[in-house]
């Protein structure tokens, strides 16, 4: 009898043990704030991408966000920070590529691809060649024209060299032989007051985090085809005034992402699902959010998990090729 009552009893406790586990891996997700980090200064593309989302996601996570800006070192610092940050899910970065293709490649140390789990791609930007309007130049062409006459004398504004915009410029004057003196500063606020103010001839950036912009610029072309930027409905593609000139340069834009440290997917799947389905009820679902992203100019292009996915490792794939040739 002695020896039945332990065995039950040692049956109960593992019952105990075994539903104390189910109710661990159940356990509510978040019970605390959710930080956005972002790896850039207030002000830029990917610091209103988070500022977007924050006062809605709350209501689909129940709980706090609060959004934290690590910039520095063109995007590395904050890189660096997240990778540090405890693997549990209530820490999301707000980044975009190609600038993590850039930190990678100049820095294989500080992450690889496959150190991210992506949640969604929010806001895809393509990237557009901008002059201002009291250069004279309408065209591409009038751009090309004055800057072999004049080499050295053409300035260009650049918000980092990992940034989409100045890659692809980069490649753009490289090809066609253009001496352009490449100006930097410290994220895509600092340079667009830059450009506003007179102080550079030229810039390129996402086209539609470049809107502020709009009333002292002329868009000499989208690195994308003519009408996929509906805030420069009139601007041309590059590459379509390229091709009389027999040239042609890499497309691309900015791809403003949200990710984990892909543990959490690992070893919290339940979190990264929660994290998947509260980003998407806030920017597919929430019609608070949509207003207030349109009146802020912020894109709402929703790519879900798998989808982003597969973007972010393909843009990464295509600008390492870009960077490898560019000889960065």
């Known amino acids: 009898m002695a020896t039945t009552r332990r065995a039950l009893m040692a049956g109960a406790a593992a019952l105990g043990v075994a539903f104390a586990g189910s109710a661990a891996v159940a356990e509510e997700f978040p019970t605390k704030e959710v930080t956005l980090l972002v790896n850039y200064g207030a002000g830029g593309g990917v610091d209103r991408t988070a500022r977007a989302v924050q006062p809605f996601l709350p209501d689909a996570l129940g709980q706090n966000v609060i959004v934290e800006n690590i910039g520095g070192a063109g995007g590395k610092t904050g890189l660096k920070a997240f990778m540090q940050m405890p693997r549990d899910g209530y820490t999301v970065l707000t980044a975009f590529a190609p600038a993590t293709t850039y930190t990678k490649f100049t820095d294989p140390d500080v992450f690889e691809m496959s150190d991210l789990a992506v949640i969604a791609v929010m806001w895809t930007d393509p990237a557009i060649l901008l002059a201002r309007k009291d250069t004279g130049w309408t065209s591409l062409e009038d751009f090309i024209a004055y800057a072999k006459a004049n080499p050295g004398d053409v300035t260009f504004g650049s918000s980092g060299k990992g940034s989409v915009g100045p890659i692809l410029a980069r490649t753009l004057f490289s090809d066609l032989g253009l001496d352009v003196r490449l100006v930097p500063y410290?994220?895509?606020g600092e340079t667009r007051k830059a450009f506003a103010s007179g102080e550079v001839m030229l810039?390129?950036?996402g086209a539609g985090g470049a809107t502020s912009i709009?009333?002292?610029a002329v868009a000499l072309g989208l690195f994308a085809p003519e009408g996929s930027a509906p805030d420069w409905p009139d601007a041309?593609?590059?590459n379509d005034q390229l091709a009389a000139m027999d040239a042609e340069v890499p497309e691309g834009g900015a791809y403003r992402f949200f990710a984990v440290h892909s543990d959490v997917k690992r070893d919290y799947p339940e979190r990264f699902d929660a994290l998947v389905e509260a980003f998407r009820q806030t920017i597919v679902d929430n019609e608070d959010f949509k207003a207030a992203a349109a009146e802020s100019g912020v894109g709402t292009d929703w790519q879900g998990a798998d989808a982003a996915q597969a973007?972010?490792?393909?843009?990464?794939?295509?600008f390492t090729d870009i960077l490898n040739a560019e000889g960065s």
Do not use: F, M
């Open 203 to 205: 810039t390129a950036a």
């Open 214 to 216: 709009a009333d002292e």
């Open 236 to 238: 041309p593609s590059i």
């Open 186 to 188: 410290s994220g895509g």
């Open 311 to 318: 973007l972010i490792e393909d843009v990464d794939a295509r």
